[in-house]
């Protein structure tokens, strides 16, 4: 299972953008990093993922490094809502995939 | 479209019981997670389970049993609680031709007194 390194916290003034890296430097190359985040006294929600390529969709856009070592979550606009812990998890995509190991993650604090 | 849920919301237990938790997972939905999460801590992952067989577990005792159902509802099992057993108890449900995009429920807080 790869290993992921994420800082322990960090914070984001609200309207700003919201950039939150991850080190996945032992990434499998059929591995995508998925991205989750957890706020508090609720269970995980999903955000995006992605393999090589950056994604974007409503939520946030995901960039990954060319290598795949690491990958930066961007929320554009964060709002108070935004506040949680943020997880990294590189996993595969095959129909028999289901186990999510869940690291620290990075508490993000929304200030206003 | 309800989304997953789970009962009980809460649950107290002593040393020693046996408890169920039971999770019912999003529409369209056939395979179902158990995740435990520890105060402070990520969830850690027990075991999945579709077409109703545990298909990957994770480095849980065999005190954590679990079932599926035809419905694809779940159910997991801990015998003998202990202290320790004391968690949120989480269940996520995804469909498996979309990788691993899963929708987890509220989850299930324990406590073993």
């Known amino acids: 299972d790869a290993k992921t390194t994420q800082p322990p916290s960090m914070d984001c003034a609200e309207g700003r953008a919201a950039n939150l890296p991850c080190n996945h430097s032992t990434i499998s190359g059929n591995e995508y990093v998925y991205w989750y985040r957890q706020i508090h006294s609720q269970g995980p929600q999903y955000i995006i993922h992605?393999?090589?390529n950056n994604e974007t969709n409503e939520m946030a856009s995901l960039i990954i490094t060319e290598d795949r070592k690491s990958s930066t979550l961007i929320l554009p606009h964060a709002t108070l809502r935004d506040t949680a812990v943020y997880y990294c998890?590189?996993?595969?995509?095959?129909?028999?995939?289901?186990?999510?190991?869940f690291g620290q993650g990075t508490t993000l604090q929304v200030k206003p | 479209d309800a989304g997953v849920t789970q009962s009980p919301t809460h649950l107290i237990k002593t040393r020693g019981q046996q408890v169920t938790l039971r999770c019912s997972p999003k529409s369209g939905h056939d395979t179902v997670s158990w995740y435990q999460q520890a105060l402070g801590q990520g969830p850690q992952f027990i075991f999945q389970?579709?077409?109703?067989?545990?298909?990957q577990r994770g480095n849980f005792p065999d005190r954590f049993s679990g079932h599926q159902f035809p419905n694809y509802s779940s159910e997991l099992n801990v015998n003998a609680l202990l202290l320790g057993d004391s968690a949120l108890y989480l269940c996520?449900?995804?469909?498996?031709?979309?990788?691993?995009?899963?929708?987890f429920g509220p989850g299930t807080r324990l406590t073993v007194l």
């Open positions: 998890i590189p996993s595969g995509f095959s129909s028999n995939t289901g186990k999510l190991i």
């Open positions: 992605g393999l090589k």
């Open positions: 389970y579709y077409e109703e067989e545990e298909r």
């Open positions: 996520a449900s995804r469909s498996r031709d979309r990788g691993n995009e899963q929708f």
